[in-house]
């Protein structure tokens, strides 16, 4: 046999297992899902093609706007701040003793079940006998407010949650881009007089720029598909103040049977994180910077 083609042929054979996955759990569910969002099903009755009606019924349905709504806040909330504290604690982490203890530090509640995580916040967050509010209460004599109750406070509540148990795992991959830029930047740059805020924006923030990137695209598309959080810690409350998109998309599938319609939200979803991370990139061009 030619042994290019025994090249090409084993190959295929070392990728297939990554290949039938990425089939199996990816593309063949996102062409069914794609194909649900045009027929009106409740998962026992025989389906029914209604073409573009389901997508008609989402955008003037008062639930699915008042779910993006909060899904984009969300997303406000915590992306540009998560990303800052991730690159602050990468480059307080990058030169520090003990700093592999510090990243397990860090890094534990990435791997910590959400469930678990909102449990354990839901306590800290209790209104009437949380130990921030009991904190709050000893150390300055103010009473805390009812964080998971206010229909203000609950959004911003869950976003700290979210931004707590993200930053370990962003810190990582900024660690990653700090192992990448040569030290000859700083040595060059002390000996121009430069400050550490200065190396800080000047060469660590330009130089980290392919890595914000990665980081930016991975937590926009995780904070418009947060649902654990919501669900264990408000269930969507209060009046639906953390309703969010994936929690918009469970009630209707598995709530009200309506799956063709949550198929439409769903694809609906999909088509913004689509067009917000070719954006992204397209836009990357102006601020990232690669060394030579």
Do not use: C
């Amino acid at each position: 046999m030619n042994p290019k083609r025994s090249n090409t042929i084993w190959g295929y054979f070392f990728i297939a297992p990554q290949l039938i996955g990425l089939l199996t759990f990816s593309l063949i569910p996102l062409i069914s899902a794609f194909v649900l969002s045009t027929l009106d099903w409740d998962g026992f009755k025989a389906a029914t093609f209604v073409g573009f009606d389901n997508f008609n019924y989402a955008f003037h349905n008062p639930d699915f706007q008042k779910a993006m709504k909060n899904t984009l806040l969300f997303s406000v909330l915590t992306v540009p701040a998560g990303i800052f504290l991730s690159l602050l604690t990468a480059v307080a982490l990058n030169n520090v003793r003990m700093r592999v203890l510090y990243r397990l530090f860090f890094f534990m509640p990435v791997v910590t079940s959400s469930v678990a995580v909102a449990i354990v916040w839901m306590w800290l967050l209790n209104g009437d006998f949380g130990l921030i509010n009991v904190m709050l209460k000893t150390v300055f004599g103010v009473k805390g407010p009812q964080w998971l109750t206010d229909l203000h406070l609950v959004l911003p509540s869950l976003a700290l949650v979210s931004i707590w148990k993200g930053i370990g795992f962003n810190m990582v991959l900024f660690l990653a881009g700090l192992q990448g830029i040569s030290k000859d930047y700083y040595e060059a740059s002390m000996i121009d007089g430069a400050t550490r805020i200065q190396q800080f924006w000047r060469i660590t923030v330009p130089l980290l720029s392919p890595t914000t990137l990665f980081v930016t695209i991975i937590a926009v598309i995780d904070s418009f598909k947060v649902f654990d959080t919501a669900f264990v810690m408000t269930s969507g409350g209060p009046a639906k103040a953390s309703y969010t998109m994936v929690y918009h998309l469970y009630e209707l599938a598995f709530k009200n049977f309506q799956f063709g319609k949550s198929a439409s939200a769903a694809v609906i979803l999909f088509i913004i994180i689509l067009v917000l991370t070719v954006l992204q990139t397209y836009y990357s061009r102006k601020w990232v910077h690669y060394a030579e």
